[in-house]
């Protein structure tokens, strides 16, 4: 007994000068930042005030110059001769104030220069909270290091077969969890400790330890090619955010004082793809570009080009892929080759800086494609074909194909997968007529997507008649059967052809087709057939030609889905499960409003869209998308309504003098007039219309209806819908049907769906004062029953849990066992213990 108070004493000591140690290096570690700091403030004030003197003694000389020559004229050159040199003494003083020198002395640790050199470094240059940040701060180094020396080395048949594409290696290094087994392995190597701290520090030890071991298993096999290094530094300066600056510091100081010039060269290679991907902080941009522009190499200028580009735009989400690299080095443009659903190729030169919108409007451009609404890029791979998302870079795009071609055994040279531009939604106001070049490219995707069975019919009758069409459009009405029995395989999918009795089958319903009244009516434009066949595809395959969104959570009444895809089309929006089941079916006219918001859900904040319907049901669904997906249904609600002639009264209007005023009440169905109908982009102060309850015309205000989202007549289960919500309105005035966030809140409260702002701080202590029992003894006491404390708990903290004795004994038996665990874990472990600690708890909760 008194040996182990003894040995509990010690331990307790040794913490005790252990953690007064850490604290005063920490002291002396800022208090040597501060002095560096100050030493390099008086080093500018020095110099600031020198040139203050200067301007003095200049502007001083200038006044005497004046009065002894009179302003002659002759002089003038010498005053604008000083004036120019104190502006580039200012610049340089400027300079100086912002070299990357003063920036190393002032934020660098660990006593770091700002000058190359090749040793490892034994921690980051830059202060870096997170362990995790710190760890992969030395892996960049080593990267960096074999970078700039060009160090190769050779890769294995074998590493080929079984290759992992670098990204995707990174996310799973620094996002895998823990788990048991690889607690119970390092947990092995520490049995022999005769101590340790708590269970939590443990964790978190493991947890950094497992992160190095990766890393280090990372870089050591498979060997990593130059853009495969190059993918290792940009890929974790968009993972990491917090390390971007420490990447930047780590280039410059390998270029500062560097003798090799083959390696300066590939190190200002590898700043520019990095300027390229990501910006720095605002507090090193000012230091970085004046390193930049400071420099005479040759890649500087296109250097502090991508730099200034990219601080006004959003960071890259995909490393480099090779086009870049060969821009980059070999100055080569960046050629994308663009294939239309008619089988031409487009190829424009690009810059890595362009988004899909940009790349939409040159392809628009060059093919006079005036109705481009809802066509967009899709990138395709060996077995797949990805849209790609409106705002975003499209190199991103182009350098995931290539990870995922070079992952299927392809070199990145050859991995870039083709770009489709075809089209994917429809609006419900689609005229095929508009524009013959959509039309025909809308055509093409068709009938090739027919052909394929892409685009699949049950209906053999539809099948032929597509057949016919597409024979009419090429070929004229003049039949050639042997002509038609060459191009069957080419019209009709090969489900539907098992032999040659298959063939002239088809041959037979297809001539009975082409002799049907559709063509003998003196049809002859192919033109018209062509706009016949987008308007059979758009009201065939509404959800074929629909924008996805990945939902990772849906909520409605008697729904709930944890993943799902939210489909938008001409018809409405629409919830899909994996197994393409419909679980929800909302037509426009049936949607309200529409809010993207914040929702938090676990603890944590995410994006995510809700949806009010007429009929007061509010759908939740959690999407990182929920911009474009909300951007994407407003967009069709606000279109339908400009061109609707369907509005439902939302307040009564009786009897006026003005005999020209429709009287109406409360839910009354009103037809527009066709002059009502307003334009794109126009607000009317009022409208005309036909009461269809009693028949009367007249004029009425905007303010009293609400116009409902669609070009045809509403059905009856809709207009009754309606009804019943108009009704329910009172003394609100909803303009043209847009409800106010707060009405749509007060909406959502009232169906248990809670919108949280962001920004909102959710406390315990918060949670307290609102739920917490008060406390008798003191009246400050129940401000800090949610602190901790060690005296024992007589009455369960929530005040609904008093009068419930069962619970209140259950909560007090609970609060003693959690007393015993922090009891427990505070004391000193030897490894034995631990060992059997964290077989135990690691067993029961598994870390995923």
Known sequence: MKQGFTRLQAVYRSKILSTRYRKICQWIINLQSFCRGYLLRKTLKRKEFCSLQSQELYQQRSVDLTDSSGGQIHDIPNVVEHKTSAQETSKEDLKTSNSFAGFAAKYFQDNATSSFTTKALRKSLLQLDDVVDQIASLAVWTVILQFMLNRQESEDEEDKKNYRCVMSRLQSTLEKKLNYQDLEKIVSDTTNEEQAGSSTSVAEDLSVLMTFSRLNCFLADPPLSDLERVHFVVGLGILRPHLRDEIYCQLCKQLTNNDNNDAVSRGWTLLSLCA?????????????????????????????????????????????????????????????????????????????????????????????????????????????????????????????????????????????????????????????????????????????????????????????????????????????????????????????????????????????????????????????????????????????????????????????????????????????????????????????????????????????????????????????????????????????????KYAIAIKSCSFSENTSQLIFKKGDFIQLDKQSIKSPGTQPLSYSGLNMNNNQNGKFSTDCVYIIPTITKPPLVILNLLTHWANSQRDVEVGQSNATSTKLEKEADSRKVKFLPTGVHHTLQHYARDYFRSSKKSKQRNQELWKYSKDPLKKPLLKDLIKQEDLSSMAHESYIDIQNIYAFNSDFLDGITLAYLLRTRYKTWTCV
């Open 276 to 644: 390229l991907s990501f910006p720095p902080s605002q507090k090193l941009f000012p230091y970085l570009s004046n390193f930049v522009s400071d420099s005479q190499m040759a890649q500087a200028s296109s250097c502090e080009s991508f730099l200034q580009k990219m601080s006004e735009l959003l960071p890259r989400k995909q490393p480099p892929c090779w086009m870049e690299y060969q821009f980059v080095v070999n100055k080569t443009a960046i050629s994308l080759s663009v294939t239309l659903t008619d089988g031409n190729d487009l190829t424009f030169n690009v810059t890595p800086f362009i988004i899909v919108e940009d790349l939409k409007r040159q392809i628009s451009d060059q093919i006079n494609l005036k109705d481009d609404f809802g066509f967009s890029l899709f990138m395709t791979t060996s077995d797949k074909m990805v849209r790609v998302e409106d705002g975003s870079y499209v190199m991103d795009a182009v350098s995931l194909s290539e990870q995922e071609a070079k992952e299927a055994g392809s070199e990145e040279e050859d991995g870039t997968g083709k770009m489709i531009f075809r089209k994917e939604i429809f609006t419900p106001w689609h005229d095929p007529a508009a524009d013959p070049v959509a039309t025909d490219l809308i055509y093409s995707q068709v009938v090739e997507g027919v052909s394929t069975d892409e685009y699949s019919t049950d209906q053999e009758d539809d099948l032929a008649m597509f057949a016919a069409q597409r024979y009419f459009i090429e070929n004229g009405l003049k039949l050639d059967e042997d002509s038609l029995k060459s191009l069957i395989n080419t019209y009709i999918p090969d489900t539907y052809i098992q032999g040659e009795s298959d063939v002239s089958r088809w041959v037979d319903l297809i001539s009975i087709k082409l002799k049907d009244s559709y063509f003998s009516n003196n049809i002859t434009d192919a033109l018209k057939v062509k706009q016949d066949v987008v308007s059979y595809a758009r009201y065939k395959w509404p959800l074929l030609f629909s924008r996805f969104y990945e939902v990772s959570k849906l909520n409605g009444p008697q729904l709930s889905k944890d993943e799902a895809l939210i489909a938008v089309n001409w018809t409405g929006v629409y919830a899909v499960d994996h197994d393409e089941q419909i679980l929800l079916e909302l037509s426009f006219p049936e949607i309200f409003n529409i809010t993207a918001s914040s929702f938090k859900t676990s603890g944590m904040s995410q994006k995510g869209v809700a949806l009010l319907s007429v009929g007061g049901d509010m759908y939740t669904c959690l999407t990182s998308s929920a911009d474009n997906l909300g951007n994407s249904i407003k967009t069709f609600i606000d279109g339908l309504k400009e061109r609707s």
